[in-house]
């Protein structure tokens, strides 16, 4: 919310519904989950408010936006952070990741970048795929 005043956004109503919603949430949703989760919750928002304010969020890079062949999933940015994909649920979720400084040194060694920032994506399955 300070972000969306340091950029001069507007903060409606149904865009504060929105961003304690994601900031709630430690797993990344879809724009109509997050429309069911509101709507659930008692808060007046509609189908079209809810698409709007999560394509102006993200355009500003408020809020992280991924793409998934079956849609787009929202969460909230915090810090850098790494993301375990999960095949069967279709679910992503948040976590945080330590490399070790010697795998960090060795890459940069070879790349001749000096490393700031990474994440790490991860893929498997929360029941074993049969
Ligand atoms: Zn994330």
């Known amino acids: 919310m300070n972000r969306c005043q340091t950029l001069g956004m507007r903060l409606s109503r149904q865009r504060r ?23 659930q919750a008692g808060k007046e928002i509609g189908h079209t408010s809810v698409y709007q304010n999560l394509e102006a969020l993200s355009s500003c890079g408020i809020i992280e936006c991924v793409e998934r062949c079956d849609g787009r999933l929202y ?15 279709q679910q992503i979720i948040d976590v945080r990741v330590e490399l070790p400084a010697d795998l960090i040194a060795r890459i940069e060694e070879e790349t001749g970048v000096k490393i700031t920032e990474y994440r790490v994506d991860f893929y498997g399955y929360r029941n074993s795929p049969q």
């Open 75 to 89: 969460g909230n940015i915090s810090d850098a952070h790494s993301h375990v994909n999960c095949l069967d649920t």
């Open 17 to 39: 519904y929105v961003l304690e919603l994601l900031w709630q949430a430690d797993e990344h949703l879809s724009a109509r989950e997050i429309y069911n989760r509101l709507t």
